[in-house]
């Protein structure tokens, strides 16, 4: 199928010549609300910058979203459920728990690869969520350490792991150690995302085996 072909307006508003296009539109606004947000903050961003950096409108805008918080909350979704449904798949593939926790920690590095802005907002920006929305990310992001916290925990009670260790530091300790990435990874430095998780599974699984 061919995509609709892209022109502007006299006023440099960005249109579709083969009829509106909502979810490219959304997308458009997404991606400008990413750039601006991990580069200004979402505070000193404005809603006219988000509009005018995808050569949209207001009316467009709000046609997508409710406000600049419900765009926060949807770039945090968009994130967490990629994540969730991928850490699901990975525990139903990989019933060997030391396979498991690597090819999580693996999931984990990745995507501070591919959504690094994504990442970065999550992280320095969730903060101006309020009411359900803040709940809701919250409840995605336990339900995501809770899978995390689940594999680590049962290479403890099998024996698998060291005995002594504390399941709950552990999980800290590895989300924390992956989800920091985003502030010293460069993708266009020597190391690949896959190398760094290598060193990354090597590091806290000979800590771990017992």
Known sequence: MT??????TPSGRRRWTGGYD????RRELVDSALHLFEQEGFDRTSLQQIVSRANLTKGAFYHHFESKEDLLW????EY???QLEAAAAIVEEHPDTVDQLRELIRLSLAGVSSYRAHVAIFYQERRHLTGDRLAAVAAKRDELEAIFRAAVQ???????FRPGLSGRIITFGILGMCS?????????????IEEVAD????LVLDGLLA
Do not use: V
Request: with cysteine; net charge negative; hydrophobic share 30%.
């Open 180 to 192: 920091l990435a985003f502030q010293w990874f460069n993708p266009d430095g020597t190391l690949k």
């Open 154 to 160: 049962r290479g403890l009670d099998e024996g698998t």
């Open 199 to 202: 060193q990354f599974c090597t």
């Open 74 to 77: 949807q770039i945090q979704n």
């Open 3 to 8: 995509e609709p072909a892209e022109a502007t």
């Open 22 to 25: 909502p979810p490219r539109t």
């Open 80 to 82: 967490l459920d990629t």
